[in-house]
């Protein structure tokens, strides 16, 4: 085991990662318990984020009212930290605001393509909808412990001359106490040293605290595969109800009316908490001892939506080996529905981590993905091309009101995707109005071709 006379000759870092031609594709390794360490260097862990929280906050600060994200940035306040630790804090906010702008202008975005539309119509009909209103996004914060570190502040290593084989590599962090570093003991998981293998770890970590332990993350490349070339192409409907639905009929996981009783009792839990947080806040209460708002019980229902949604994805593409799939363009950010039951659903589903798992996978497998415009899609008819909400009279039921083609909704939605695909007009389309417009032109010129009555 290591002590504090060791040499640095009988430290050894791990093997660097070789160079790889080509783009690759990373994987984080999670759930790494940093509990074999001792308790004095737990601390140390602790008191160091206690300095390394405010810095990265401050630049967070700077970074979203005042300058552009630099990770490069010439330091501008004081810390007692090192400037290797300072850097890490500058690079690591600058990451947050980087993905803090570009979800502001995507919302940004959004908001004038709906104030463009409401404004296009009637003023009978805008009496019918809440004209669209701004709201400016809430700064990020770091509400969790997590700092993402590099090689300079935390190095994977292993001791030549360790006696205990029990420990997998040792990770050297810099501390407060300058040339004193910890070496703390990092022990895998069966499961660990499988997605390891074959890999030599990414030189960054990332170390966060939950639940009172400190945890370690790793990241590994692999090589994206060689894209499939297919000529089968699957129009795919992501949705709340039913996770993946193809324009073939099939649907990949679902959720029951276990779900939906799951999802209310979280909120009579969150709800009750909220109540007994205000009325601590009346009489005094520090904020740092109120209670969280979050519960066990919603963390297992999204970890549990979570796996449902990765197992859904993986049965999609075995059921369709070398198809490209036909995606729409979500703006989940956007999606409001006007019953507040409708929206708890909405957010329990996770339909975010749909789509994004959904990406990954087809990266992986070299599966083509090809995402077109989204609006309309389960409103506008395939065969007549009447696009209007009253062609959907419940969410599960495709009607059209114009000539009575019927279907599952989603599976229509999905027929309606992979037409997309080859039609070079409609993809063309700036904005939602523009579609509109195109589907109204196209309905108008299928009456003219229909007999008279």
Not at 36 to 55: H, R, S
Not at 153 to 167: I, N, R, W, Y
Not at 285 to 298: K, M
Not at 356 to 367: F, I, P
Request: hydrophobic share 35%; net charge positive.
């Amino acid at each position: 085991m290591y002590n504090k006379g060791m040499k640095l000759s009988e430290v050894k870092r791990m093997p660097k990662k070789k160079q790889r031609a080509g783009p690759s594709l990373t994987r984080t390794i999670n759930h790494i318990r940093l509990a074999a360490a001792n308790t004095g260097k737990l601390v140390a862990l602790d008191v160091l984020w206690e300095a390394y929280q405010p810095l990265c906050k401050q630049y967070i600060g700077l970074f979203c009212e005042t300058l552009e994200p630099d990770a490069m940035l010439a330091f501008c306040f004081d810390s007692v930290l090192s400037a290797r630790w300072q850097r890490v804090a500058v690079q690591q906010a600058a990451g947050i605001t980087k993905s803090w702008h570009s979800n502001r202008l995507n919302s940004l975005k959004a908001y004038h393509e709906k104030l463009v539309y409401y404004e296009s119509l009637e003023p009978i009909k805008q009496q019918a909808h809440k004209k669209p209103e701004w709201n400016e996004p809430a700064l990020p914060t770091l509400h969790a412990v997590s700092i993402q570190a590099n090689e300079n502040v935390a190095l994977q290593v292993k001791l030549e001359k360790a006696t205990d084989s029990t420990f997998d590599f040792w990770l050297r962090l810099s501390t407060l106490d300058k040339g004193h570093p910890l070496y703390l003991p990092v022990m895998l998981a069966k499961r660990h040293r499988k997605m390891l293998s074959g890999h030599v770890p990414n030189r960054s970590v990332t170390l966060s605290r939950r639940d009172g332990w400190w945890w370690l993350s790793l990241s590994i490349s692999e090589p994206l595969p060689i894209l499939q070339t297919t000529s089968h192409t699957i129009g795919l409907d992501v949705g709340i109800v039913n996770f993946l639905s193809d324009s073939d009929g099939h649907q990949f996981g679902t959720v029951g009316q276990r779900f939906m009783q799951q999802v209310e009792r979280v909120n009579i839990k969150t709800a009750r908490k909220a109540r007994l947080r205000a009325c601590l806040k009346k009489r005094g209460v520090a904020d740092e001892q109120l209670p969280s708002t979050s519960s066990a019980q919603s963390q297992r229902l999204a970890r549990r939506v979570k796996h449902d949604i990765e197992t859904a994805v993986v049965q999609c593409f075995e059921a369709h080996p070398d198809t490209l799939f036909v995606v729409e363009k979500l703006d989940v950010s956007g999606m409001r529905f006007k019953s507040s039951r409708m929206n708890r659903y909405l957010r329990a589903s996770q339909i975010g981590h749909i789509q994004d798992h959904l990406y990954w996978t087809a990266t992986k497998r070299g599966v083509p993905v090809v995402a077109v415009p989204a609006a309309y899609s389960s409103q506008s008819c395939p065969h007549c091309h009447y696009a209007d909400r009253a062609n959907r009279p419940d969410q599960q039921t495709f009607c059209c009101v114009k000539c009575g083609h019927r279907g599952h909704a989603d599976v229509v939605a999905a027929t309606n995707l992979k037409t997309r695909l080859n039609d070079t007009e409609l993809r063309q389309c700036p904005n939602k109005e523009a579609i509109k417009k195109l589907l109204d032109k196209r309905h108008a010129a299928w009456l003219l071709q229909q007999p008279p009555s």
